[in-house]
């Protein structure tokens, strides 16, 4: 990687700050009130670069018990951290608390830094250091090697940077390929330029000109500058630490703990499925519905505890939780958090977010630990099947499986069509349905026609549109059109006319509907092209002639509109004596087309419109020709 970040961690007054001025040549005391007071309050930045050309951007954090939520904000995004402990008082409470936050954010390289190493004797340095290693013992610090410096006169800072310099090799690669997403530690404006965020980029690349958005609250920005290091970039990748000019909205409209992203990549969540571990060396348990502090990327908020595995966790164990929270935030699964007993404050544990858009659970589910324990292995298949599972009842968006998942739109659809090789999952148009959706549809259809024969044994089916409002009204037609086609495919139903049907119906009629058939096509017959025929006037308000009448429509009735109907052959006879003459004649008049037929001018309009409607012809001022 070109790009690290390096933070700092440890005991309050051990020389954190005065190490990183020994590294970089800078004060990160910046406030007035820490310089004053001789330790760091707030987050401090900076950087400088490692003989191997790398860049090292720095987070300082405090070591103050009582500005513990800035170290954990800083503590976000951190690739190696230095643990300074000051050889004149070895390991302190704040050594260890960090350490905890720091295995619990999932920071797993880092130095031990033996600070102020001038001011002790040889022998005293070697108890602290023997110290150091049997109170580090199982931690990911356990194993590493302990730096030697004194920062005033620049005993061993060389080698520290040296140190720095090999274990960067080992950083792996950042995730350029997700949406973009930053967790704000900073808010502030600039004369001149207006409002300025800062973070490190955990995943994405943000250029200039870039629409994103705010969360949780959803606020809309464009991206004005970008500065790395002092100065000005066309973009930021992930792993570095920027200070980004955003336009549209003030100061006091973000805050610390918001997030900067790509619009649709993240969701509001207000309760979070999660697996939790807390530290071994303390005395405190968990309950169900007690009040705790979580700390996830810059953010801090309070909730209460649901144990779904579990009556009581103790020290030393895990279980799978659900938060409740008492304010919205964002967040994605894998994204590590600390928790902190709400009074008196005190770290106590920490674990992984499994699920950011999720239902109240009970405790003891089966089905739900059993779940959590997929969605732990983190595994981009599973996760997906196992939302589309769960979700079996909805049609899922690529924007909500980009907002819950966070991976990139190319990598969702790579597994959707694996699945959909698979039939666990099927396309539908701008949807994906779970095939348990599908299928539960399908039935939907399938005993709602049934019911319709039961009840119209003589109509041949029901319409697309009075399907779609029965079974969701929400779906367009195209989806309809796609449902039904689906399913025609499978034998099961068939659409004829725009009138669907079970596959296997088949109207029949008794003797004395039979009879009523045959009237009605003699009137028709009788009444011919001369003298068009309505519903009304065929089935004179009789119910049964209306039930037969509608059963014959598109085989030996032609409707020409909600009123008037032909006998099929003399609508074939009409059709085909017009196509004719147009053909003939590029056109024809209303009163052409009278003389035709030998037909009122009413009928013939009414005929004329009808195929207008049907767009084979098309009026031109007073004339059609074929569409």
């Known amino acids: 990687?070109?790009?690290?970040?390096?933070?700092?961690?440890?005991?309050?007054?051990?020389?954190?700050?005065?190490?990183?001025?020994?590294?970089?040549?800078?004060?990160?005391?910046?406030?007035?009130?820490?310089?004053?007071?001789?330790?760091?309050?707030?987050?401090?930045?900076?950087?400088?670069?490692?003989?191997?050309?790398?860049?090292?951007?720095?987070?300082?954090?405090?070591?103050?018990?009582k500005f513990i939520k800035n170290m954990l904000a800083g503590a976000s995004g951190i690739d190696i951290v230095l643990l300074v402990i000051a050889c004149d008082e070895g390991v302190m409470p704040q050594t260890i608390e960090h350490l905890d936050i720091l295995h619990?954010?999932?920071?797993?390289?880092?130095?031990?830094?033996?600070?102020?190493?001038?001011?002790?004797?040889?022998?005293?340095?070697?108890?602290?250091?023997?110290?150091?290693?049997?109170?580090?013992?199982?931690?990911?610090?356990?194993?590493?090697?302990?730096?030697?410096?004194?920062?005033?006169?620049?005993?061993?800072?060389?080698?520290?940077?040296?140190?720095?310099?090999?274990?960067?090799?080992?950083?792996?690669?950042?995730?350029?390929?997700f949406p973009a997403?930053?967790?704000?530690?900073?808010?502030?404006?600039?004369k001149g330029f207006g409002t300025i965020v800062t973070g490190t980029l955990l995943e994405g690349v943000i250029n200039i000109d870039d629409d994103l958005e705010v969360y949780p609250k959803g606020l809309k920005v464009k991206i004005r500058g970008i500065q790395v290091h002092g100065k000005n970039v066309e973009c930021v990748y992930a792993g570095q630490r920027a200070a980004i000019n955003i336009s549209n909205l003030k100061v006091d409209d973000i805050k610390r703990g918001d997030v900067l992203a790509y619009s649709n990549s993240l969701k509001e969540s207000n309760m979070l499925d999660v697996k939790i571990t807390l530290v071994s060396h303390t005395d405190k348990v968990l309950k169900h519905w007690d009040r705790i502090k979580l700390y996830q990327g810059t953010r801090e908020v309070l909730c209460r505890v649901v144990l779904l595995d579990k009556e009581i966790l103790k020290s030393g164990e895990s279980?799978?939780?659900?938060?409740?929270?008492?304010?919205?935030?964002v967040a994605k699964q894998g994204d590590r958090f600390v928790i902190r007993t709400y009074s008196p404050m005190e770290t106590i544990g920490g674990g992984i977010v499994l699920d950011t858009c999720v239902k109240k659970h009970k405790k003891f589910d089966p089905i739900v630990i059993e779940s959590l324990k997929i969605k732990e292995k983190r595994n981009p298949k599973d996760i997906i099947s196992e939302y589309l599972r769960l979700h079996k009842n909805k049609y899922i968006t690529?924007?909500?499986?980009?907002?819950?998942?966070?991976?990139?739109?190319?990598?969702?659809?790579?597994?959707?069509?694996?699945?959909?090789?698979?039939?666990?999952?099927?396309?539908?148009?701008?949807?994906?349905?779970?095939?348990?959706?599908?299928?539960?549809?399908k039935q939907e259809i399938l005993n709602l026609l049934e019911d319709f024969h039961k009840k119209n044994r003589l109509k041949k089916g029901i319409s697309k549109e009075e399907l779609r409002s029965k079974i969701d009204s929400n779906l367009k037609n195209k989806d309809i059109d796609l449902l039904i086609s689906k399913i025609?495919?499978?034998?099961?139903?068939?659409?004829?006319?725009?009138?669907?049907?079970?596959?296997?119906?088949?109207?029949?009629?008794?003797?004395?509907?039979?009879?009523?058939?045959?009237?009605?096509?003699?009137?028709?017959?009788?009444?011919?092209?001369?003298?068009?025929?309505?519903?009304?006037?065929?089935?004179?308000?009789?119910?049964?002639?209306?039930?037969?009448?509608?059963?014959?429509?598109?085989?030996?009735?032609?409707?020409?509109?909600?009123?008037?109907?032909?006998?099929?052959?003399?609508?074939l006879k009409a059709k085909k004596t017009l196509i004719s003459y147009i053909e003939n004649n590029k056109s024809i008049t209303l009163g052409e087309y009278k003389k035709l037929i030998n037909s009122s001018r009413k009928n013939c309009l009414i005929i004329l419109e009808h195929f207008d409607r049907k767009q084979i012809t098309k009026r031109i001022e007073d004339r059609r020709v074929l569409y």
């Open 488 to 571: 025609s495919n499978e034998s099961l139903i068939k659409l004829t006319n725009n009138l669907v049907s079970l596959s296997s119906f088949k109207v029949t009629f008794n003797s004395k509907q039979k009879e009523i058939k045959l009237n009605i096509k003699d009137k028709l017959k009788n009444s011919g092209l001369s003298s068009i025929m309505t519903i009304d006037d065929i089935c004179n308000k009789n119910n049964y002639y209306k039930e037969v009448l509608e059963s014959m429509i598109g085989e030996e009735i032609e409707l020409l509109d909600d009123k008037y109907v032909l006998d099929t052959n003399d609508y």
């Open 398 to 441: 690529m924007k909500e499986l980009k907002s819950y998942t966070g991976f990139y739109e190319s990598d969702i659809e790579d597994i959707i069509m694996e699945l959909v090789k698979k039939d666990e999952v099927i396309l539908f148009n701008n949807y994906y349905l779970h095939k348990n959706k599908y299928e539960n549809l």
């Open 104 to 177: 619990f954010l999932n920071v797993n390289k880092g130095i031990i830094v033996l600070t102020k190493c001038n001011s002790v004797d040889i022998e005293f340095k070697e108890l602290v250091k023997e110290d150091i290693r049997e109170k580090l013992k199982g931690s990911f610090l356990e194993k590493s090697e302990i730096i030697e410096v004194d920062s005033i006169s620049g005993y061993g800072i060389k080698n520290l940077i040296n140190t720095i310099d090999n274990i960067s090799n080992e950083i792996e690669e950042k995730h350029e390929g």
């Open 319 to 329: 279980a799978y939780v659900q938060l409740r929270l008492e304010e919205g935030i």
């Open 1 to 65: 990687m070109n790009n690290i970040i390096i933070g700092t961690a440890g005991h309050v007054d051990h020389g954190k700050t005065t190490l990183i001025k020994a590294l970089t040549g800078r004060d990160t005391d910046t406030l007035e009130e820490e310089k004053k007071r001789g330790i760091s309050i707030n987050l401090g930045f900076t950087y400088f670069d490692l003989p191997s050309k790398k860049r090292a951007g720095i987070v300082d954090v405090p070591g103050h018990e």
């Open 181 to 190: 997403r930053l967790n704000i530690d900073r808010v502030f404006s600039l």
